[in-house]
Nanobody, 126 residues
Framework: QVQLVESGGGLVQAGGSLRLSCAAS????????MGWFRQAPGKEREFVAR????????YYANFVKGRFTISRDNAKNTVYLQMNSLNTEDTAVYYC???????????????????WGQGTQVTVSS
């Protein structure tokens, strides 16, 4: 079992920045990838970014457009999402997820992940 706890959400003005953290515990040695997803009211959960636990390669959704950066600290079992140039469309609950499944390349769909955090609210005001 992998437990994930997100933090760092909050209220920020458009153009501002936030850094989300996801602390993982439990069976992290079997983790292949960590991802960030988000879900706005009335919308489906959508992929934001992912990072491979080994090697650290990253992949982003197109809408990120260089504004967000995913990173990890293996020693702390923590994944980060640095979000810059935020706009109102970024308002959502952001979820951290862990995948213990091998064989995927993009890891960009919820069904590829086994464990989820409780989510952290990000609200961007205009």
């Amino acid at each position: 079992q992998v437990q994930l706890v997100e933090s760092g959400g909050g209220l920020v003005q458009a153009g501002g920045s936030l850094r989300l953290s996801c602390a993982a515990s439990g069976g992290t040695s079997s983790t292949y990838a960590m991802g960030w997803f988000r879900q706005a009211p009335g919308k489906e959960r959508e992929f934001v970014a992912r990072i491979r636990w080994s090697g650290g390669s990253t992949y982003y959704a197109n809408f990120v457009k260089g504004r967000f950066t995913i990173s990890r600290d293996n020693a702390k079992n923590t994944v980060y999402l640095q979000m810059n140039s935020l706009n109102t469309e970024d308002t959502a609950v952001y979820y951290c997820a862990a995948s213990t499944r091998s064989g995927f390349y993009y890891y960009n769909a919820p069904m590829m992940y086994d464990y989820w955090g409780q989510g952290t609210q990000v609200t961007v005001s205009s």
